[in-house]
């Protein structure tokens, strides 16, 4: 832990600078160096060393110095307080924290509820390898229908996984409502909060067992480096981190540690650009008349604005997703003529990214309808909003749709 501490006291912003940095002791730099080293030197006697341990320097498997960094500031910037009993595991990736939360809490004949709208390798641990080699029960519902949650609970539900807002289909679930269902009935509730990150939403401060992030997106922001992370309460992440860590091998590499943690530092500056351009866009594509339609949580047409607006502050992420009134090709086609927005999959990069999710996703039952016939998930960079909107209008203009 750093000599210097950040407590609520101080601002998101003032947090995401100074938080898990520190003067270095050897050198007295004011930035804390990388350590690339595997191994550590071993005390005069070994012997009573716990080799699967997390609590001192062994391995780097075992745990490293710059994750430790970025696990004090990641559950400082998601409203957890590690005086208090909360922790932060940092792993290797979004999918080795939701698969590392998986592992360790859930066994034969649990049964899980999950939202209809998730990221693709939840949808494929929990109701593909989960369900189908390890026997837990899993269901699959419309986590923004409370009704429906509620009535998906059984004595056997160990957690409720939310996302939200959802990916792919912007889909929002109330955090506070849900995490009431949960405990009512003694299971655990986690929420992927990659979407709006720590700047906008903090799940533990609304109710949650877990958040999880993908550090890949937002928290890193730069496209450059991938990683995950748990927050939530020591005494159940202590578990997380040595299956998932140490067991199961799901340990970040230091360097893209230190890229997350100096990434993470404009998190604030940037999130409040990602939203602007959000909601700009969004608001300019709701007048095209060749746009089929547009959800984005923050625009007052989105079925789930009420409730993002009673959990998302002060704004509601930088990803939306739109259709056009138009057949397959010609939504490649418009692709083709964007200049400034790449198309790429990914989210919360600094560069505009755009992916055209066809009609053959095999999920699309569990979409709203609106999503069957192929739309585009949009994650709005941090360039000028001028641009970003005039990119689009000259490449709808180019395929016609103008
Ligand atoms: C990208 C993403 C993940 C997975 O994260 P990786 O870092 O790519 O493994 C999980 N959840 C959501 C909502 C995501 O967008």
Same mark, same amino acid.
């Given at each position: 832990?750093?000599? @210097?501490?950040?407590?609520?006291?101080?601002?998101?912003?003032?947090?995401?600078?100074?938080?898990?940095?520190?003067?270095? $002791?050897?050198? $007295?730099?004011?930035? /804390?160096?990388?350590?690339?080293?595997?191994?550590?030197?071993?005390? &005069?006697?070994?012997?009573?060393?716990?080799?699967?341990?997390?609590?001192?320097?062994?391995?780097?498997?075992?745990?490293?110095?710059?994750?430790?960094?970025?696990?004090?500031?990641?559950? #400082?910037?998601?409203?957890?307080?590690?005086?208090? $009993?909360?922790?932060?595991?940092?792993?290797?990736? $979004?999918?080795?924290?939701?698969?590392?939360?998986?592992?360790?809490?859930?066994?034969? =004949?649990?049964?899980?509820?999950?939202?209809?709208?998730?990221?693709?390798?939840?949808? +494929?641990?929990?109701?593909?390898?989960?369900?189908?080699? %390890?026997?837990?029960?899993?269901?699959?519902?419309?986590?923004?229908?409370?009704?429906?949650?509620?009535?998906?609970? +059984?004595?056997?539900?160990?957690?409720?996984?939310?996302?939200?807002?959802?990916?792919?289909?912007?889909?929002? #679930?109330?955090? /506070?409502?849900?995490?009431?269902?949960?405990?009512?009935?003694?299971?655990?509730?986690?929420?992927?909060?990659?979407?709006?990150?720590?700047?906008?939403?903090?799940?533990?401060?609304?109710?949650?067992?877990?958040?999880?992030?993908?550090?890949? @997106?937002?928290?890193?922001?730069?496209?450059?480096?991938? =990683?995950?992370?748990?927050?939530? @309460?020591?005494?159940?992440?202590?578990?997380?981190?040595?299956?998932?860590?140490?067991?199961?091998?799901?340990?970040?590499?230091?360097?893209?540690?230190?890229?997350?943690?100096?990434? #993470?530092?404009?998190?604030?500056?940037?999130?409040?650009?990602?939203?602007?351009?959000?909601?700009?866009?969004?608001? &300019?594509?709701?007048?095209?008349?060749?746009?089929?339609?547009?959800?984005?949580?923050?625009? @007052?047409?989105?079925?789930?604005?009420?409730?993002?607006?009673?959990?998302?502050?002060?704004? &509601?992420?930088?990803?939306?997703?739109?259709?056009?009134?138009?057949?397959?090709?010609?939504?490649?086609?418009?692709?083709?003529?964007? /200049?400034?927005?790449?198309?790429?999959?990914?989210?919360?990069?600094?560069?505009?990214?755009?992916? %055209?999710?066809?009609?053959?996703?095999?999920?699309?039952?569990? &979409?709203?309808?609106?999503?069957?016939?192929?739309?585009?998930?949009?994650?709005?960079?941090?360039?000028?909003?001028?641009?970003?909107?005039?990119?689009?209008?000259?490449?709808?203009?180019?395929?016609?749709?103008?």
């Amino acid at each position: 832990m750093s000599k @210097k501490t950040y407590g609520k006291e101080f601002g998101f912003q003032t947090r995401a600078v100074h938080t898990g940095n520190d003067v270095d $002791g050897e050198t $007295g730099a004011i930035k /804390r160096p990388i350590v690339m080293a595997n191994s550590y030197e071993l005390p &005069y006697d070994p012997s009573d060393l716990n080799w699967s341990g997390a609590d001192k320097n062994i391995y780097t498997r075992n745990g490293g110095s710059n994750q430790r960094y970025l696990e004090e500031k990641l559950a #400082s910037l998601s409203g957890a307080e590690l005086s208090q $009993g909360d922790d932060c595991v940092v792993l290797g990736s $979004g999918v080795s924290a939701l698969a590392g939360l998986f592992f360790s809490l859930l066994k034969s =004949g649990d049964h899980v509820v999950f939202s209809s709208v998730t990221y693709i390798a939840v949808y +494929r641990l929990l109701n593909e390898l989960f369900n189908k080699k %390890f026997n837990v029960e899993t269901t699959i519902v419309d986590t923004s229908d409370l009704a429906a949650v509620r009535k998906a609970v +059984r004595p056997n539900t160990r957690l409720i996984h939310i996302e939200t807002p959802g990916n792919p289909a912007i889909t929002i #679930s109330d955090i /506070r409502a849900i995490a009431a269902i949960a405990h009512e009935q003694g299971a655990l509730l986690s929420v992927d909060n990659t979407f709006a990150s720590p700047y906008n939403q903090r799940p533990l401060e609304l109710g949650a067992d877990f958040s999880v992030e993908s550090l890949t @997106k937002y928290i890193n922001g730069h496209g450059d480096s991938m =990683g995950g992370a748990i927050i939530g @309460k020591k005494e159940q992440l202590d578990q997380i981190r040595s299956q998932a860590q140490i067991n199961l091998g799901g340990v970040i590499s230091p360097f893209n540690a230190w890229l997350i943690m100096r990434g #993470s530092v404009t998190l604030p500056l940037r999130m409040r650009q990602h939203n602007e351009n959000a909601l700009k866009a969004a608001e &300019y594509l709701e007048g095209i008349p060749s746009v089929r339609f547009v959800a984005y949580p923050g625009l @007052k047409s989105h079925r789930g604005h009420q409730v993002a607006a009673s959990q998302m502050s002060p704004g &509601y992420g930088g990803v939306l997703s739109f259709g056009l009134k138009a057949d397959h090709d010609t939504h490649n086609r418009f692709v083709s003529h964007l /200049r400034v927005i790449t198309s790429a999959v990914s989210l919360g990069h600094d560069e505009s990214l755009i992916v %055209f999710l066809g009609e053959k996703d095999e999920r699309q039952y569990l &979409y709203p309808p609106e999503f069957h016939d192929g739309f585009f998930r949009f994650s709005l960079g941090i360039e000028d909003p001028e641009d970003i909107i005039g990119d689009i209008d000259q490449a709808l203009r180019k395929t016609g749709l103008l």
